[in-house]
């Protein structure tokens, strides 16, 4: 069957949204639907804050301080800066301008949107064509068990605790009233190509393929399904940022028994992946991934090292999808190397 390219996209945070950004600039964001997790999402001082889908929004929109990894660039804290001088311990940062986001969002929830419509309306206004889609309309909330302590929500282990303590298990709170939207099952539905983004498998994947009918919809779907390592073990991680992020990871793995590795990755995603693409430094892990009846690619994954890497990730994507499906559409795509 010829179809037109339709790519859904699922994941959010920094190493996703770089993908989904190069992969927008080389097939059109037209092309694309996102679907992003919203179980790290949290209610700050009154406001809905949507960590994953503001770094989708801000990413896409070249608006994203890439350095800091969340919130836009060029951005001050005088508000967060008076909350301190008036006695608040500030543990979550929001910038002055990133408050405007949250304001707008929280004002038309209150209003009576869903988290669906005000994603869409933040989409159109940041003058974005892609679609996101939050995975679903109903609050769903990470929750970590501290081995010493108490259940603590995602960003509070995260960004106050530094996702330093040791962890034991990991639940997401209200999954089992979340229902699947309308607009995520037609996506799946009618895509060309699904991508597991290079998300945290248990904070950011699992909790959209935990939601209702959205793991099935995939199984069910008949396009290719790729999933791209979260997870790099064979080189050092020197930025910052990106070392505090693996441990989170590695924390949320061990919390449910899995190893800190792209296999053990793999193996969460293998009952719905045809394609898993290792990072050519973890090469060994090849047979590994293979043996999970998954075919593996090997590739540079490391996108927050140059943009070369993310553009070669791409390039290589979109030749696969090519090679496994005829598309209507020319144009861009015709650039891609294959
Ligand atoms: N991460 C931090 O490490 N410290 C912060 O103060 C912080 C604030 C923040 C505000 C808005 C936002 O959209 C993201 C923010 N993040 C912050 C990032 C966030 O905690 C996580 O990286 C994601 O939730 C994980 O995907």
Redesign the pocket.
Known sequence: MIRAMSVVCLG???GATRLWRALASEIGQDSITIVV?TA??LW?YGLR???????VI?GLSNRQDTE????LRDESFAAMETLADLGQD??????DR?LAT?LLRTELLRQGASLSEVAAHLAVVNRLTVRILPMCDEEVGTEIHETRGEWTP??EF??KH?AEPEVDDVRYAGIEDAVTPAAVLSAIESASLIILGP??PI??VMPILSVDRTRAAIQASGAPVVAITPIVSGTPLIDP?EA??AR?RERLMGARGLEHSAVAAAALYADLIDYFVLDEADEKEFAQVEALGVRAIVAPTLTHVHPTVTKDLVGAIVSLSRQLTSFTSAGPLLRARW
Request: with cysteine.
């Open positions: 959010g945070g920094v997790n790290d999402d700050h804050v949507c960590p994953d889908l503001d770094t801000y800091r990894g969340w919130g500030i543990w979550f940062n929001l910038g990133d949250h995602f960003q995260h960004v530094r998300s945290s904070a950011s940022g505090h992020r989170c």
